[in-house]
């Protein structure tokens, strides 16, 4: 398939993380672009301010007369979709050329240098941080989250190098050639999907072993390649670590030289891993180690990812996308190393019925470290119940008392009962959206103007 010779784009689960910013830069090349997603988001909002044409009824009148033309229309979608989708069974039934988000992104970067960044957690921040770096080489990013510094998931360059992040979600990073890439993690998760942790394990070395130039990892994972760790030996090593007023200071050896004093905003030694990670994928490439360190210092992060929605002397709010315990754990880790004083409240809405079954001992263990917490229902995303997983269940797990169950609707007044100065709300479902409504109702507050 020539994409010069594909008029129409025609996205089912447009407004997805990963959908929309490929949706964006075929915009971006001239393609006529439009969509169906369930529901209206900011992400959406955004796409439609770009002429996108979006709609969010599952019908066939509501598809455009002109993506109606198979020879010149391309359908791309989300495995998430319904298998009674009436659009995508339009589609299928009526021969159109139809690919997975995790296929066209295979097609778009095979003809480029391609940085992969894989991984269970990480990912999104370190492949943010790469396109960060790489924007100066006019590299184009597909990022799974916003980055701050462009309020966008694709850094739009040229189309000679490419930086994505690699999903292992339905084995999606498999449909990749990449020349550098970097696996962060390997944590068991998606075993809805992969049914064991070792099914998981081997598609990443699966992964690995399409890299045809250099892999990097991080030391103790069981892939071979570069390895980096923070005060460790390693290929790339981070040591001299200190925090100077919220800014990460430390020091980088490389296998063949070092620099000192690079500054890095983002708070936690996961997200130091993170740009230790970022700063090999470039190093390998190519970039200035100089260079590297100037961008580390003007990198702002990715939205959700310890996002500050309120930060006064008095409160403080966060928002994280931490839905696997791990994350969980790198959050409050950060949060204790930020305000080690503080009483920490957690809202926690978890994500999928499958991953609360799998991991409930350990999101009970992680949750259990802070010093409330605030449960949501399970979000289903793309499941259907499973008898006996709910958050009741997880919440009598939890091991310290001050739990309890909440609703959306009354969020706001428990944030505002609680004696807990800092408030991290976590999730992968429509928490997102809702720490909007509650940042903007906890601003109208005397107590927490900023």
Same mark, same amino acid.
């Given at each position: 398939m020539n994409l010069k010779n594909i008029h129409n784009v025609y996205f089912i689960g447009i407004g997805g993380i990963g959908m929309s910013a490929i949706a964006r830069y075929f915009a971006a090349n001239g393609k006529i672009v439009a969509g169906y997603d369930k529901t209206p988001s900011k992400i959406t909002e955004d796409l439609q301010g770009l002429d996108i044409e979006i709609h969010f009824e599952d019908a066939l009148k509501k598809i455009p007369i002109s993506f109606l033309n198979?020879?010149? +229309?391309?359908?791309?979608?989300?495995?998430?979709?319904?298998?009674?989708? +009436?659009?995508?069974?339009?589609?299928? /039934?009526?021969?159109?050329?139809?690919?997975?988000?995790? =296929?066209?992104?295979?097609?778009?970067? =095979?003809?480029?240098f391609c940085l992969a960044v894989a991984g269970t957690h990480g990912k999104t921040t370190t492949s943010s941080i790469l396109g960060h770096i790489m924007a100066k080489e006019k590299a184009?990013?597909?990022?799974?989250?916003?980055? =701050?510094?462009?309020?966008?998931?694709?850094?739009?360059? =040229?189309?000679?190098?490419?930086?994505?992040?690699a999903d292992e979600f339905d084995r999606s990073f498999l449909q990749l050639s990449p020349n550098i890439a970097c696996v962060t993690s390997m944590d068991a998760d998606h075993l809805d999907i992969y049914g064991k942790a070792e099914a998981l394990e081997e598609s990443f070395f699966a992964f690995a072993n399409k890299v045809s130039n250099t892999l990097i990892v991080a030391k103790g994972l069981p892939l071979k390649g570069l390895t980096y760790a923070i005060n460790d030996e390693a290929d790339y090593k981070a040591f001299n670590l200190k925090i100077d007023k919220g800014i990460y200071i430390f020091d980088v050896q490389t296998p063949s030289s070092e620099i000192k004093n690079i500054e890095f905003h983002l708070p936690?030694?996961?997200?130091?891993?993170?740009?230790?990670?970022?700063?090999?994928?470039? /190093?390998?490439?190519?970039?200035?180690?100089?260079?590297?360190?100037?961008?580390?210092?003007?990198?702002?992060?990715?939205?959700?990812?310890?996002?500050?929605?309120?930060?006064? /002397?008095?409160?403080?709010?966060? /928002?994280d996308y931490a839905h696997h315990p791990t994350e969980i754990n790198a959050v409050e880790n950060s949060v204790r190393e930020m305000y080690p004083n503080e009483k920490v409240l957690v809202v926690f809405q978890p994500h999928l019925f499958s991953r609360t079954q799998d991991f409930v001992e350990d999101f009970a263990r992680a949750l259990s470290k802070f010093d409330e917490v605030l449960l949501l229902d399970i979000y289903p995303a793309r499941e259907l119940p499973i008898k006996g997983v709910t958050s009741e269940w997880l919440l009598d797990k939890i091991s310290h008392p001050e739990k309890k169950m909440t609703q959306k609707n009354n969020i706001i007044k428990d944030i505002k009962n609680s004696s807990s100065k800092i408030v991290v709300m976590l999730g992968a479902g429509d928490i997102g959206v809702l720490i909007n409504k509650v940042t903007k109702e906890l601003l109208k507050t005397t107590a927490y103007e900023v």
């Open positions: 198979k020879e010149k +229309t391309l359908v791309v979608y989300t495995p998430a979709i319904p298998k009674n989708h +009436t659009q995508f069974n339009y589609f299928l /039934d009526n021969n159109f050329i139809i690919l997975k988000r995790a =296929e066209i992104l295979g097609k778009i970067t =095979e003809t480029t184009t990013s597909f990022l799974g989250g916003i980055a =701050e510094n462009y309020n966008s998931n694709l850094i739009l360059g =040229e189309d000679k190098i490419a930086v994505v992040e936690g030694k996961h997200n130091v891993m993170n740009a230790l990670a970022a700063f090999a994928m470039a /190093d390998v490439y190519g970039i200035s180690l100089q260079v590297i360190k100037n961008r580390l210092s003007t990198f702002k992060g990715v939205k959700r990812r310890f996002s500050y929605k309120i930060k006064t /002397d008095d409160f403080v709010l966060i /928002d």
